[in-house]
């Protein structure tokens, strides 16, 4: 199946630990996107990466860290200086039109 | 930065009725996107339309740029319908290509 896809789909974590989450791609597409959503509001941009081996912080980059050794990848770090990092996390892609496509999400909570 | 709005905030239809969904946004956009958000947090991309209008099936959109706003129209509703509509602007120039902001949402619901 073509798509994007984000794993762990749930996540739990203690506080203080870095945790990573997945975002692959096989939709070919250059820039990838992860978005941040807390309950009851919209989507706030963490990172973006437009071709390999580059990103750009979003509005709100504190307490993450990202990378883009590959196309097909960009995996997000929640780091343990977020300080609320409970949170549901999706990843996007853009496609040469410029339509957002998005993963299923992780969400991720911390205990 | 640009300011994006919604409204209504929350809708409550009954299964078959017909409603519009509004946008409006504080500055030049070249992208805008309608977004359906499922229960299970899935986002689904339902038009790309900076201007003009398209129609998908019972939804259409509007977007006139110039009066930046876009209007979503969802036709003869379904249970299934339910869940957050979400729009996405992007401003022209620079280089942050395909950085969108999206609005607070609207939160659908339509019973049997």
């Known amino acids: 199946d073509g798509g994007i896809t984000q794993s762990p789909k749930y996540l739990f974590r203690k506080e203080g630990q870095n945790v990573t989450l997945s975002c692959e791609q096989n939709?070919?597409?250059?820039?990838m996107y992860w978005y941040r959503q807390d309950p009851g509001q919209g989507l706030r941009l963490i990172y973006y990466s437009q071709i390999v081996n580059d990103f750009q912080k979003g509005d709100i980059a504190e307490g993450y860290s990202v990378s883009r050794e590959k196309k097909e990848s960009f995996p997000l770090t929640v780091t343990s200086a977020q300080k609320n990092p409970t949170a549901f996390y999706l990843c996007?892609?853009?496609?040469?039109?410029?339509?957002?496509?998005f993963g299923e999400g992780s969400r991720l909570t911390v205990l | 930065g640009i300011q994006v709005e919604q409204s209504p905030p929350d809708l409550i239809l009954q299964e078959g009725a017909n409603s519009t969904l509004r946008c409006n946004f504080s500055d030049s956009v070249n992208n805008l996107q309608w977004f359906h958000q499922n229960p299970w947090g899935q986002l689904i991309n339902l038009f790309y339309?900076?201007?003009g209008t398209k129609q998908n099936g019972r939804l259409s959109a509007t977007t006139v740029a110039t009066e930046r706003y876009s209007l979503l129209y969802i036709s003869s509703s379904q249970t299934t319908d339910s869940g957050v509509y979400f729009c996405?602007?992007?401003?022209?120039?620079?280089?942050?290509?395909?950085?969108?902001?999206f609005g607070q949402g609207t939160i659908l619901t339509v019973h049997p």
């Open positions: 939709l070919n597409h250059d820039a």
């Open positions: 996007a892609g853009t496609s040469n039109a410029g339509e957002l496509f």
């Open positions: 339309i900076p201007s």
């Open positions: 996405a602007v992007e401003q022209p120039g620079g280089t942050s290509y395909g950085k969108l902001t």
